[in-house]
């Protein structure tokens, strides 16, 4: 069984730009969140999307959005980018309606 | 503010030697999650404890759920190399499925 693939793994982005990363989940699973971690803050929630609804939200600037779609695929967007977005963004899998959370490797951002 | 207290946020330890690592709350949870994050991976799961007064073994790994669930702790005997990494301890409450409340960690590293 495969388990959460993240892409891209690493990423280098100037200040002011974009990025999208993306997140699919484990088989049958129909919730994926999606976490900030930094050292000094550790893993910080950013929202979940359950069946392409989002059910949970973190307390995250606009700039962070994401989506899920229909076969459960999600992905997180954040625009203007600065350099404290540098981190590892992590995304989790789950059934949604029981708590086991199932991590992704991470994407790596590095803000420049 | 952190939701989960985690303690101590360092541990270093010879072989061989046993030791405990503790998560504390002051909120309720519905169920408690540990992880393992090894550098620039994401976090895996260990084990899920949903019962006040629960406690599950894992080889060497025992985990206990407090009874008012508000508290867990991890518990390693004869601790090994093998195991040194990020030790996480995440909680969900009842009224945020989908949403895990992480601790911020314990670096654990065992010396041969």
């Known amino acids: 069984k495969a388990g959460v693939t993240q892409t891209p793994r690493y990423l280098i982005k100037t200040r002011g730009q974009q990025v999208t990363l993306s997140c699919s989940p484990i088989s049958g699973h129909r919730s994926v969140s999606w976490y900030q971690q930094t050292p000094g803050q550790g893993l910080q929630f950013l929202f979940e999307?359950?069946?392409?609804?989002?059910?949970n939200k973190g307390n995250f600037p606009g700039r962070f959005s994401g989506r899920q779609f229909s076969n459960s695929r999600s992905e997180m967007n954040v625009s203007t980018l600065e350099l404290g977005d540098s981190a590892l963004y992590l995304c989790a899998s789950s059934h949604g309606t029981n708590p086991e959370a199932f991590f992704g490797q991470g994407t790596r951002l590095t803000v420049v | 503010t952190q939701l989960l207290e985690q303690s101590p946020q360092f541990l270093s330890i010879q072989e061989g030697e046993n030791l405990t690592v503790y998560c504390n709350s002051s909120?309720?949870?519905?169920?408690l999650q540990w992880y393992r994050q090894e550098p620039g991976e994401g976090p895996v799961l260990l084990v899920t404890?949903?019962?006040?007064?629960e406690v599950k073994k894992l080889k060497r790994l025992t985990f206990q759920f407090g009874d008012a669930r508000k508290d867990s702790s991890l518990h390693i005997t004869a601790a090994q190399p093998g195991d040194t990494g990020l030790y996480l301890c995440a909680g969900e409450e009842g009224s945020t499925l989908g949403r895990l409340y992480f601790g911020r960690g314990t670096q654990l590293t065992v010396w041969p």
């Open positions: 404890v949903v019962t006040g007064g």
């Open positions: 999307y359950f069946s392409e609804t989002q059910r």
């Open positions: 909120s309720v949870f519905s169920s």
